[in-house]
């Protein structure tokens, strides 16, 4: 099946720092991906989609210069965590949709990105 | 925001046994999705009901929907070890692409 490959998937950092989480999808193409945060033995919450040549659009709630998101290519959109803090610690996953129809609505997901700010 | 509810939250079962998971949902959905998560990994698709379907069978899955009720159950038949993780039902936002996800069901099967 198609792979969505995430990187790092951890990452440690100071706060103050900014971080950044890659998403590809790897054999196929991919116009839209997504973006999720997930907190421990929780659910997974959309924060935004993330669309190939445009801006990101993004979930009420998440704050778009806090959460920059970038898809520069048919492969490729990345999360950059600016000036993370604490409270950002989380599980990152991010999914793609094949451009193709394969599938009713089915998506394809990354393995996650384990971010822990100190 | 997300509109599934899952129960039970955690279920523990012994191997061979069999496990059922429900979810329901607020709105209405053209299709309803399971999906399976490791500890610390990323989610997998199960399998995809549509609205118009009542029961649809994957290897040991079987996963009902009940639009009338907003309801829909993922049993997991002859239970192994290695079915240990959390699943998550989901549905489309407005029916697109964008997911609500489910609270998931943390499922342990004792070998």
């Known amino acids: 099946g198609a792979v969505v490959s995430q990187h790092p998937s951890r990452v440690i950092c100071k706060s103050g720092t900014s971080v950044k989480i890659e998403c590809r999808s790897l054999?196929?193409?991919?116009?839209?991906m997504f973006w999720y945060r997930q907190f421990p033995k929780k659910s997974l919450m959309l924060m935004a989609t993330?669309?190939?040549?445009?801006?990101?659009?993004?979930e009420q709630g998440v704050e778009k210069d806090k959460f920059l998101i970038n898809h520069a290519s048919l492969t490729l959109s990345t999360l950059t965590v600016t000036s993370a803090h604490p409270e950002d610690s989380s599980f990152y996953i991010c999914?793609?949709?094949?451009?193709?129809?394969?599938?009713?609505?089915?998506?394809?997901f990354g393995e996650g990105s384990r971010l822990t700010v100190l | 925001s997300q509109q599934g509810e899952e129960d039970p939250q955690a279920l523990s079962i012994q191997e061979g046994e069999n496990a059922t998971m429900n979810c329901s949902y607020k709105?209405?959905?053209?299709?309803l999705q399971w999906y399976r998560q490791n500890s610390g990994r990323g989610l997998v698709h199960l399998i995809l009901?549509?609205?118009?379907?009542r029961e649809k069978h994957s290897g040991r899955l079987r996963v009902t929907l009940d639009t009338s009720k907003k309801s829909s159950s993922l049993l997991i038949t002859a239970s192994r070890a290695a079915d240990t993780a959390s699943y998550f039902c989901a549905s489309p936002i407005h029916g697109g692409s964008r997911l609500t996800f489910g609270e998931g069901t943390q499922l342990t099967v004792n070998p």
């Open positions: 993330s669309n190939e040549g445009s801006k990101a659009t993004y």
């Open positions: 054999d196929f193409q991919a116009t839209t």
């Open positions: 009901i549509r609205s118009n379907e």
């Open positions: 709105t209405s959905i053209n299709n």
């Open positions: 999914s793609a949709r094949t451009d193709g129809a394969r599938g009713h609505g089915e998506l394809f």
